[in-house]
């Protein structure tokens, strides 16, 4: 089992920047993949970033240039820097685990973080 615990998420103007934080805990060491997703009211959850163990990421692009995902191998924990933060991306960010314990693979959530962008 892995668990997932985010951090981060708040109310911010457009414009400003935001950085987010999910620490993996358990059997975080079969973790092959992590990534942040978001999901807006009355919308489906879609992929913002992703991060594989060997650091390659990939973005959405209504986020590319704006914000980086990290990771951090000591702690555990990705990151999400959000810059130029717009009110479209607000939603409630989710990080998400992608295991691969022999042939089968697990997925794995947090609880999410709610990100509000307004003046």
């Known amino acids: 089992q892995v668990q997932l615990v985010e951090s981060g998420g708040g109310l911010v103007q457009p414009g400003g920047s935001l950085r987010l934080s999910c620490a993996a805990s358990?059997?975080?060491?079969?973790?092959?993949?992590l990534g942040w997703y978001r999901q807006a009211p009355g919308q489906q959850r879609e992929l913002v970033a992703g991060?594989?163990?060997?650091?390659?990421?990939n973005y959405a692009d209504s986020v590319k240039g704006r914000f980086t995902i990290s990771r951090d191998n000591a702690k555990n924990t990705i990151y999400l820097q959000m810059n130029s933060l717009k009110p479209e991306d607000t939603g409630v960010y989710y990080c998400?685990?992608?295991?691969?314990?022999?042939?089968?693979?697990?997925?794995?959530w947090g609880q999410g973080t709610q990100v509000t962008v307004s003046s």
């Open positions: 358990g059997n975080h060491f079969s973790i092959a993949a």
């Open positions: 991060i594989t163990r060997g650091g390659d990421t």
């Open positions: 998400n685990g992608v295991a691969i314990i022999g042939l089968t693979r697990y997925e794995y």
